[in-house]
Structure formats: C-alpha cells, structure tokens
C-alpha cells in the first residue's frame, strides 16, 4: 500500500505519514470535531487539490450518497458494476430483493448496506467507513457490525479504516487503533489491538486519558 501524508500548513491536521498495510482493520477514535472525517477525505484524496490516489478507495460516508432517482440497481450499475452482478453484489450485503427499490423506500440500514454494496463494486484495496453505525438502533448496528466483519473476512487482501465513537467497535472490528487529538491534529496513539479483555481494558482507560488530556487547556 503507498504511504498516506498530510502536508505541512493543512488548517487542522498536523503534518504526517501514515502507513497502512494490507488486511489492516483500524479503527479510528477520538475527540468530536478532531478532525478524523477530514482525515478519511484526506487518505480518499478528496481534498482540494490532491491527486487521485494510486489505489482503489470504497467510501462509506455518514450519509448514504445514492442517488435518490435511481434505483439500488441503476445506482450500481452506474459505477460500473455489470447486469449480472448486481444481484449477487446486493445479496452480499443481505439486500437480494432491493434492487429495484429507490433510496428513499429503504430504512436507514438498509441504506448504509447499499452504500457498502457500491463501495464493494470498486473491489477496494482500502474501504474508508465513517460512523456506519451512527443512528441505528442496538440490533441494526450488531448486524451491520457482523456483516462488515464477514466481508473484511472475505476480502482478507482489503484494508479498512473506520471511524467511530465506541470503543468496543474497535473491539469487534480492528487489529489496529489510531486516536486522532489536539489541535492541529495528530496520531496520539497508533498501535496494534490485543482483544484480550485485560489488554483492551487497559486501552480504553488509555484513549480515555488522551481524551482528557487532549480536552485540558494547556
Ligand atoms: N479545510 C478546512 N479548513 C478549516 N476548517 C476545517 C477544514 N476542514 C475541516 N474543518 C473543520 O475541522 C473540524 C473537524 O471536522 P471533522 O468533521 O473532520 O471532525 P471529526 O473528528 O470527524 O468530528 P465528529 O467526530 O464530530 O464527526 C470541523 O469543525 C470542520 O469544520
């Protein structure tokens, strides 16, 4: 995977480079208005100016992004997924009887699942999840959890970062954890995730001091 960096006098993110490898899952925590968004628009080279990036990007935005005229079937089609492989590409995402249903006739689930199915159709070396589980109710979120740990599963070679709020999201999800704080913003921790509960225990009561450091006038 080619390095990411934030250049010198970016409004609110610290000069950096970032590695990632692939089949890395991280998840992406810290502070509210940090700036993690602004750090996935980044490494998707979406923000202004930057070249497009040498790699296939799947992003999954806070909103869905369809379009509201088409259906789920016209939606993917129009980013170049074939006739054949809609239905297979939505059943993957637990979708199979929505593809000709509009945007607008699906819950907010079954929405984000569509999005995911569009972001697939690129065949993604790296899948850029912003707050997937953001307003849905406990159950929807479980599922959506367990759908995105069965795709990273069936996609081992795709690397994935996501940014959430919940630490134990990054315990489900993630062998790796990036805590974005201060102000300009940098990596205050980037390090690998042991999901025994002694050491997970010991990590969140870590990014919960760098949150409050972070928070603390200095
Ligand atoms: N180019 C820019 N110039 C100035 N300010 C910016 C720029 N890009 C983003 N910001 C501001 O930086 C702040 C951080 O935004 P961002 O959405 O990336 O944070 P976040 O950590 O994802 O927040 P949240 O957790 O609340 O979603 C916002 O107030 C945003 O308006």
Redesign the pocket.
């Known amino acids: 995977m080619p390095e990411f960096s934030v250049p010198a006098g970016h409004?609110?993110l610290a000069p950096m480079t970032l590695q990632v490898a692939r089949g890395d899952h991280i998840c992406l925590l810290?502070p509210?208005?940090?700036?993690?968004?602004?750090?996935l628009n980044r490494l998707a080279g979406l923000e202004p100016g930057q070249p497009r990036p040498a790699l296939r990007v799947g992003y999954l935005f806070q909103e869905h992004r369809l379009l509201p005229w088409r259906t789920l079937r016209d939606n993917l089609r129009l980013v170049g997924v074939s006739r054949d492989q809609v239905a297979p590409l939505l059943a993957r995402v637990g979708l199979a009887d929505a593809a000709d249903l509009y945007p607008d006739q699906l819950s907010l689930g079954m929405a984000r699942r569509a999005a995911l199915a569009r972001c697939l159709a690129v065949r993604p070396d790296l899948l850029l999840l912003d707050?997937p589980f953001a307003s849905l109710d406990p159950q929807r979120a479980v599922e959506l959890q367990g759908l995105i740990r069965e795709l990273l599963k069936q996609f081992p070679d795709m690397a994935m970062i996501c940014?959430t709020?919940e630490v134990r999201d990054a315990e489900a999800l993630a062998n790796r954890i990036w805590y974005l704080a201060g102000r300009p913003a940098c990596l205050q921790f980037d390090g690998a995730l042991d999901s025994t509960s002694a050491c997970f225990a010991g990590l969140a009561r870590r990014l919960e001091a760098l949150g409050r450091e972070a928070a603390s006038p200095a």
């Open positions: 409004p609110i810290g509210s208005g940090t700036g993690k968004t602004t750090l707050e940014v709020h």
